[in-house]
């Protein structure tokens, strides 16, 4: 079952994520994703890294 790019950041975002923490997902897609609100931009590189801009403050997270 695929998830859609906006479906997959509320999942991260409901999880309430932490910088410098690891994320469980499986099989990470390798999305490109443009801005998810106002204030979040996220992009999905080779899907593992998840990289979030917020307020000037950008936040990078590991997929395993």
Same mark, same amino acid.
């Given at each position: 079952? +695929?998830?859609g790019p906006k479906a997959l950041l509320k999942k991260f975002r409901d999880n309430s994520l932490v910088l410098n +923490?690891? @994320?469980f997902a499986a099989n990470a897609p390798p999305w490109t994703l443009s801005a998810y609100s106002d204030h979040f931009i996220a992009l999905f590189v080779m899907g593992r890294t998840l990289a979030t801009h917020n307020h000037g403050v950008t936040? @990078?997270?590991t997929l395993k």
């Open positions: 079952k +695929k998830q +923490k690891t @994320i936040s @990078i997270f």
